[in-house]
């Protein structure tokens, strides 16, 4: 684990593989079976549970656990305090490790802080869900969502700007000028 840098308040199991460039701050705790890629950031008091996957250029905000099961591409935010699940029926009394369900964040899916992510479905690339809201379904790829349960109230770019899609299907992000046509309920970037 060359050219990483852990906090001397942080925790890091054997057995985890850390791309270079990565940083883990204050009070953090990297288990056992992880990967994580290059370029990371990974915030104050967060846990990383067994055998979780964390691509390149990830950022972890602080109080965030990343439970065994959860797999983020690229690119990835995870905002402060946001939360994942892994099983959909927890009983303190029922031991349901072997029902844990994956979650996948795609390549530059963000979550907002506070934002819940229920156990089981896959965030489109580059959604956007915004602080607060609870995900119970799959996200498409663009996608912005918010409330409880979480709903598409729009479209966002790759750079994170709201996409005004005009009567042929078609719309420019206003800070890069980077052109997206929507079709039959799916954004894609030309």
């Known amino acids: 684990m060359q050219d990483v840098f852990v906090h001397p ?5 054997e057995g985890c593989v ?4 990565t940083k883990i701050w204050h009070f953090s705790h990297v288990m056992s079976g992880c990967k994580i ?3 990371c950031n990974i915030g104050q008091n967060v846990v990383i549970s067994p055998d979780v996957e964390l691509g390149r250029n990830c950022k972890i905000q602080n109080n965030v656990s990343v439970y065994t099961g959860v797999r983020c591409e690229d690119d990835v935010f995870l905002g402060p305090s946001m939360v994942f699940t892994n099983v959909v029926n927890p009983r303190a009394a029922v031991s ?3 029902e844990y369900r994956p979650t996948l964040l795609k390549r530059g899916a963000s979550v907002g802080a506070n ?7 896959t965030l489109g690339e580059y959604c956007l869900i915004g602080a ?10 663009y996608a912005l969502m918010a409330g409880n349960p979480a709903r598409r109230i729009g479209w966002v ?23 997206y046509r929507l079709r039959d ?4 970037k030309l």
């Open 115 to 121: 934002a819940t992510i229920v156990c089981g479905h």
């Open 157 to 179: 770019s790759e750079h994170g700007e709201k996409l005004q899609f005009d009567a042929a299907g078609m719309a420019t992000c206003p800070a890069t000028g980077d052109k």
């Open 185 to 188: 309920g799916v954004v894609e």
């Open 132 to 141: 607060g809201s609870v995900v119970t379904k799959d996200v498409p790829a």
């Open 9 to 13: 308040s942080s925790y890091v199991d």
């Open 96 to 98: 349901r490790k072997d």
């Open 18 to 21: 850390i791309g270079a460039g």
């Open 37 to 39: 890629g290059e370029q």
